[in-house]
């Protein structure tokens, strides 16, 4: 009986776990409307399998079960109504630079524009104003 007990608090932890880490990040998307490093596929997958998972449960009628997988499937499927929502919007820094072939913002780390593939030059004016150089 011991050993069940065990199971079911680790299985709670988990779930607590998995769905806290999905409203961390559905409160990120909210606070800076930026979506576009999160896949749509990976988050459809997975709250399909959520979903299966929840029918399975619902099926086998395990009460527990179902609530369970629907604690995890909502944040996912909230994910997916975000990246639907916001695939327009993009997070903006002052101290990015524009690429100077294209005009569209880079990002400090970027070696290379990801809109046209230029190379970002060594030295560059932030829209500030400010002369940054980067080690290449």
Known sequence: MENLDLMQTFSWLAVILLSTSYWFQIWKIHLHKEVRDLSMTYHVLLATGFGILTWTAWAEGSTIFVVKQVATTIPVVIIIGQIIYHKDDHWHDEADPDCLSCGKELEL??????????????????????SKVVSI
């Open 109 to 130: 780390d970027w070696d290379f524009c990801a809109h046209c593939g230029e190379k970002k030059p060594s030295e560059f004016l932030t829209k500030e104003g400010d």
